[in-house]
């Protein structure tokens, strides 16, 4: 059973701080990572993806893998009160199906 | 503009009855997919499809069907075997000869049972 977990929050963070999202996963074959955000009542969007240990800035965001650990984080500097959102982490693998977490809900309090 | 698009919006359904979710999309994009997503939890797959004329079940396809008759249309009916369809619905796709799979989502179709 591929598995990806997130911590379960809800986190607040802040204004101006920086919020930290995590997510572990189980099936090392997984290849690709995903980070969405989703705002109550919509769509996810993707805002960040990777695939190589290490780290990938975009913006505010960094995502960082670390495949012998089995773990990929995001990390939002700079919080304001339009990051809070649900934030989905996805993995994929060779049969290139996501499998999602059940998504970290993050507040920035201004 | 480029994108994904599923209607209605919301919708309504009667015990017993099926019902037909709209997905279409002009990005050229090879694969489409279905999720269903229930309050708190995050998104479980229901069927998806590589190209025309094929698709594989997912995660959760009892009591759903779906057709893949052009590339840019990929409808999910639910039909009255699904016993709790109440939940959001999401249509996403992507492009299959990147191994990278970067899935991109419509705007969703809110079903309720009545």
């Known amino acids: 059973q591929k598995e990806v977990e997130q911590n379960s929050g809800p986190l607040s963070v802040p204004e101006g701080a920086i919020a930290s999202l995590n997510c572990t996963y189980s099936d090392r074959g997984s290849q690709s990572f995903f980070w969405y955000r989703q705002y109550s009542g919509k769509s996810p969007e993707l805002i960040m993806f990777i695939y190589s240990n290490g780290d990938k800035e975009d913006g505010r965001f960094t995502a960082q893998l670390n495949k012998a650990s089995q773990y990929v984080s995001l990390l939002i500097r700079d919080s304001q009160p339009s990051d809070s959102a649900t934030y989905l982490c996805a993995g994929g693998g060779s049969a290139r199906q996501l499998t999602f977490g059940s998504g970290t809900q993050l507040t920035v309090l201004p | 503009d480029g994108g994904i698009t599923q209607s209605p919006k919301y919708l309504f359904r009667k015990e017993g009855q099926n019902v037909t979710l709209s997905c279409e999309q002009n990005?050229?994009?090879?694969?489409m997919y279905w999720y269903r997503q229930d309050p708190g939890q995050g998104l479980r797959l229901i069927y998806y499809?590589?190209?025309?004329?094929?698709?594989q079940k997912g995660d959760i396809a009892e009591g759903y069907s779906v057709s893949r008759e052009k590339k840019e249309s990929f409808p999910l009916t639910v039909t009255s075997a699904q016993k709790n369809p109440t939940a959001f619905y999401l249509c996403?796709?992507?492009?299959?000869?990147?191994?990278?799979?970067?899935?991109?989502f419509g705007p969703g179709t809110r079903l309720t049972v009545l």
């Open positions: 996403a796709s992507s492009m299959w000869d990147r191994g990278y799979n970067e899935q991109f």
């Open positions: 499809s590589q190209i025309v004329n094929d698709f």
């Open positions: 990005l050229n994009h090879d694969a």
